[in-house]
């Protein structure tokens, strides 16, 4: 039975865990710097055991999914201990920082960037849940640094959780994706903030809170340990895409404070169009 590793057991890697060991029948052993997380893995059969880094050389995958500024350090110290026929692959939402970092470790040819584009607002690994990859798209990056056979058993990983793949350069990867998933976080977080702020009454928000606040402010629960590290990796995006986000609500803000009626609706007409967008891609 081959031997899967599974480095941090929030959602993503505790949703992996479980997914590759039913559909592939791998033995599955965690490692996370959370005693409660290994824990709550076994209780729930996330994982079969808990392991080291100095158990590491027997691994066939090693999957790195911990929060994206500790993925370059661990990253590097998965690559000094593996075999020649490891896997490694990190799933992490930033992948400029760590295909730098890696790009010239002996060991390179074992590494895969990866970003599966699935996920909840929920995390820990009782947030982990079977087909969580289903019909996403998993966005890898530098594949032509990786070892044919390795980059073979990665797509076939890939195949298994009926992911599909996309190829990107890390740089475009994390322009476009500061754009459409971490602009998205940063809006829904201020959006609580803001409601939070103004409206003192809880009960109020409960009751008044309709789907649609609901279904903008779902993201703010996502964890803050996961995604401030992810901003700030990411920040030069990030600003970027804030920059032009405050520029339309200031412009929306004037149209509402002139009585600007038909800017308004023209404005509201015009980005309808994401309507059409959206349908394309399901």
């Given at each position: 039975?081959?031997?899967?590793?599974?480095?941090?057991?929030g959602?993503?890697?505790?949703?992996?865990?479980?997914?590759?060991?039913?559909?592939?029948?791998y033995e599955?052993?965690?490692?996370?710097?959370?005693?409660?997380?290994?824990?709550?893995?076994?209780?729930?059969?996330?994982?079969?055991?808990?392991?080291?880094f100095?158990?590491?050389?027997?691994?066939?995958?090693?999957?790195i999914?911990?929060?994206?500024?500790?993925?370059?350090?661990?990253?590097?110290?998965?690559l000094?201990?593996?075999?020649?026929?490891?896997?490694?692959?990190?799933?992490?939402?930033?992948?400029?920082e760590?295909c730098?970092?890696?790009s010239?470790?002996?060991?390179?040819?074992?590494?895969?960037?990866?970003?599966?584009?699935?996920?909840?607002?929920?995390?820990?690994?009782e947030?982990?849940?079977?087909?969580?990859?289903?019909?996403?798209?998993?966005?890898?990056?530098?594949?032509?640094?990786t070892?044919?056979?390795?980059l073979d058993?990665?797509?076939?990983i890939?195949?298994?959780?009926?992911?599909?793949?996309k190829?990107?350069?890390?740089?475009?990867h994390?322009?476009?994706i500061?754009?459409?998933?971490?602009?998205?976080?940063?809006?829904?977080?201020?959006?609580?903030?803001?409601?939070?702020?103004?409206?003192k009454?809880?009960q109020?928000?409960?009751?008044?809170?309709?789907?649609?606040f609901?279904?903008?402010?779902?993201?703010?629960?996502s964890?803050?340990?996961?995604?401030?590290?992810?901003?700030?990796?990411?920040?030069?995006n990030?600003?970027?895409?804030?920059?032009?986000?405050?520029?339309?609500?200031?412009?929306?803000?004037?149209?509402?404070?002139?009585?600007n009626?038909?800017?308004?609706?023209?404005?509201?007409?015009?980005?309808?169009?994401?309507?059409?967008?959206?349908?394309?891609?399901?």
């Amino acid at each position: 039975m081959e031997k899967l590793v599974v480095i941090g057991l929030g959602l993503i890697g505790g949703s992996l865990a479980i997914d590759l060991k039913k559909r592939n029948g791998y033995e599955v052993f965690g490692i996370d710097a959370n005693p409660a997380h290994i824990k709550k893995s076994l209780e729930l059969g996330v994982i079969d055991s808990e392991i080291d880094f100095s158990q590491l050389s027997d691994a066939s995958i090693v999957i790195i999914a911990v929060p994206v500024d500790a993925i370059p350090q661990v990253a590097i110290q998965v690559l000094d201990l593996i075999s020649k026929d490891t896997l490694v692959f990190d799933v992490g939402s930033v992948k400029n920082e760590i295909c730098k970092m890696v790009s010239n470790h002996p060991n390179r040819k074992n590494y895969v960037a990866a970003h599966p584009l699935a996920g909840t607002e929920f995390s820990g690994p009782e947030a982990a849940i079977l087909n969580l990859f289903d019909e996403k798209v998993n966005i890898l990056c530098e594949v032509d640094k990786t070892d044919w056979k390795i980059l073979d058993k990665a797509f076939s990983i890939f195949k298994k959780l009926n992911m599909r793949i996309k190829m990107m350069s890390p740089e475009e990867h994390d322009r476009h994706i500061a754009y459409v998933s971490h602009l998205s976080h940063v809006s829904s977080f201020m959006l609580g903030k803001t409601v939070l702020g103004i409206e003192k009454n809880e009960q109020h928000i409960f009751d008044m809170a309709s789907t649609g606040f609901a279904s903008t402010v779902r993201l703010a629960k996502s964890s803050a340990n996961t995604w401030a590290p992810i901003f700030l990796q990411n920040k030069e995006n990030i600003i970027c895409s804030l920059d032009e986000y405050i520029k339309n609500l200031i412009e929306f803000k004037e149209m509402i404070v002139t009585d600007n009626d038909e800017a308004l609706k023209e404005i509201m007409n015009n980005t309808n169009y994401i309507k059409t967008v959206l349908n394309g891609i399901e």
